[in-house]
């Protein structure tokens, strides 16, 4: 989690911050420890883990590429949409052919 209570304030995880130093959930209230290193973000962890559900919401990876799903499509699967929307295109053209403006 990227936040705490210490000392009855709410701070965030940074790496200018000790490692122990009456750290607190925000839910349980139980001891907090400060996990920081030189390739993941600051964040706090319970000490001892019970059970606890608070969690931060996920804050995205700049560094993560964008997940691309990939689709095969059908030549015959197009050209079968294809005269569908026709015949409806028709059939609308139709429609408005047998119609009077008066």
Known sequence: ???CIQHNTIIQANTD???RDDYQCPSCHRELVLKSGNKKQAYFSHEIDQGCKHRDP???NP???PKIKHTTI???DIMLTFEKLLDQILSL???G???SNG
Do not use: S, V
Request: proline letters at 5%; aromatic letters at 4%; hydrophobic letters at 35%.
């Open 1 to 3: 989690m990227f936040n």
């Open 17 to 19: 911050l000790l490692q």
């Open 58 to 60: 996920k804050r995205p």
């Open 63 to 65: 560094k993560a590429k």
């Open 74 to 76: 059908n030549k015959a």
């Open 93 to 95: 053209a139709d429609d």
């Open 97 to 99: 052919r047998g119609q």
